[in-house]
């Protein structure tokens, strides 16, 4: 199980569960990011400052040697979400999710654009989709759904669908950028469904069996 990250006495920024949805919006950046650039989102949640954020060189220590972890985790196949961030349908979304989600969307802007000057397969465009999604509806479910309904949107799962394939779609996306970001292989050989059989749920969400959905282009 993932241990969330402890920081000095002195920390006075995010929660933890915000800094692990953070870090892992980092490692999801298909090309390399300066932390410069994202760590001061850790303190101030993304919001735009006149002064400059600092964080102590223990605490930065710490903070990079967590995403470093994260990275090796998920590189490995041992990452877990930490338990109070993880799906429970008898609690519901827990404080944890939505403390993860805010840190994920407030890393996000500081890795969008790198996805944007990539040409992804659809199967990767869809997870990806699909897990800014699911960290839209922790936040808001309500207002996402209604959201969606006025774009057009539907077909859409239950909520909780999603809330339990996040791991799943972390670690994805994760792995997909790590690939377009090393250059070892081509966008188009990324595979983000890997070890889904065809007759398993999809895991973007969309409530059709794998082969049915995302498998079709495979």
């Given amino acids: 199980m993932t241990t969330l990250i402890t920081l000095s006495d002195d920390w ?28 001061p989102a850790l303190v101030n949640g993304g919001l735009a400052e006149d002064e400059p954020v600092t964080i102590s060189q223990q605490d930065r220590a710490s903070i990079l040697a967590h995403f470093e972890h994260q990275y090796l985790a998920i ?11 993880q799906w429970q349908e008898a609690q519901g979304v827990s404080e944890a999710m ?19 000057n990539k040409t992804i397969p659809d199967g990767t465009g869809r997870m990806l989709s699909a897990l800014l999604t699911t960290c839209m ?33 972390i670690s994805e996306v994760v792995m997909a950028a790590d690939e377009l970001q090393q250059g070892g292989s081509s966008a188009q050989s990324i595979n ?26 495979q």
């Fill in 137 to 169: 509806l922790i936040l808001d479910e309500a207002g996402t759904l209604t959201q969606m309904a006025d774009d057009g949107v539907d077909g859409m799962p239950e909520p909780s669908a999603l809330y339990a394939n996040l791991p799943f779609m």
């Fill in 12 to 39: 006075a920024g995010m929660p933890p569960a915000f800094i692990e949805g953070a870090l892992l919006a980092a490692n999801a950046s298909p090309a390399a990011m300066e932390p410069d650039n994202w760590l």
């Fill in 192 to 217: 983000p469904y890997k070890g889904v059989g065809r007759n398993d749920s999809c895991p973007c969400g969309s409530g059709k069996k794998f082969k049915q959905c995302c498998g079709r282009k």
């Fill in 75 to 85: 590189k490995s196949g041992e990452y877990s979400l930490p338990l109070d961030m």
């Fill in 98 to 116: 939505g403390h993860f989600a805010e840190g994920f969307l407030a890393v996000w802007p500081h890795v969008a654009v790198h996805w944007e």
